[in-house]
């Protein structure tokens, strides 16, 4: 076809879902992008928490040029090594004991829930099927995942909402209480909030929320697509507090450092129906992916990464609160955890990312009319310096344009 007639003539084939800035990069070193037009950015953004590493690192380069010469993808007909070698490393790290891999979140929060519903079908339970999700949260954009999280933007128009999925309001313990019933098969929460504005879960909530599910004896399912590997200063979220070890979850984003790969993790138990037959996937766990994916999982699970992400972290916390002690009148709140920052504002969200853009800071939107920092986690403090000082400037301006 050939009778489309947008303005934007380089975007006549490209489906129009996407809110595009009209801005494109050629390359990115470290929190450096440069775009096609000769300018350089500072990267807050980090591909929405997912080139964790920032762009191009070196052992991450090395890593997928080693395994592009050797093997990319064969199937899951076959044995795979390399995916042996990631799950090894991931569930030494953490409470899993098994792991299936993915290309997205979106498959890995697939997974979950098909390994919610079938652990109970599998004990003879088969009506437990709802799966409770909560308010502001994003669990990426298949049926299962816009149903889970409930969003009306992203379900409208798409035909009726599917059965089996129970909205509550983010954080409302009694409501979850109220809601567990007989149906129930599992329960799934951002341990922080990503797209929904960085809203954080204290570590009383976390441990209260593993109580109240296994007490009630559905699955805790934590989706850390994007507070985890390191994000938040731990390995995950969750560890932040002791005894909030869900049963499964959803890892994603940073785990390829920018290159696809997701998994879901889960208990010998969690896992139980998952039988040969339940569920696949073509690409999931390719050689290519897992080898990216280990390189990753090495450099970001070492003492001086999380060490670095909890300093800078820091730093960010007290001067972006200055700044919002200096013009409160544009910022009203500071939230989130770790590197995964929310500044929610005063004046829309979209026109400060666009204003930071002019002082070559690269920001994120995020829900309740906030901004998202979510840097690569080597960060420096001098890049940290200068992104506040570039943030201090968008503050300026915002607040000249409403004088005027
Ligand atoms: C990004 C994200 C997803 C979806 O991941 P995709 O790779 O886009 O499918 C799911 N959950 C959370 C918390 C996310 O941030």
Redesign the pocket.
Known sequence: MSTASSSNSSQHHIMGVYNRAPLAFERGRGARLFSTTGEEYLDCVAG?ATCGLGHAHPVLVDALKTQGEKLWHVSNIYTIPEQEVLADKLCAATFADVVFFTN????A?ECALKAARRYHAVAGNPERIDIIGFDGS????SYA?VNASGNAGYLDGFGPRLPGFVQLPFGDFDALKAAIGPTTAGVII?PVQ??GGARALTEAQLVELRQITRDAGVLLIF?E??SGMGRTGKLFAHEWADGAEPDIM?V??ALGGGFPV?ACLATHEGAKGMTPGTHGSTYGGNPLAMAVGTAAFDAINTPELLDNVKTVAGYFTQQLNGLKDRFPDVVLDIRGKGLLIGIKLASNNREFMGLARDQQLLVAGGGDNCVRLLPPLNLTLAEAQEAVAKLEKTCEVVRAQAAA
């Open positions: 929405i997205s979140g979106t498959e929060i994003f669990h990426g954009r995942a951002e990503g797209e989706d697509v994007q959803c994603a984003k997701g």
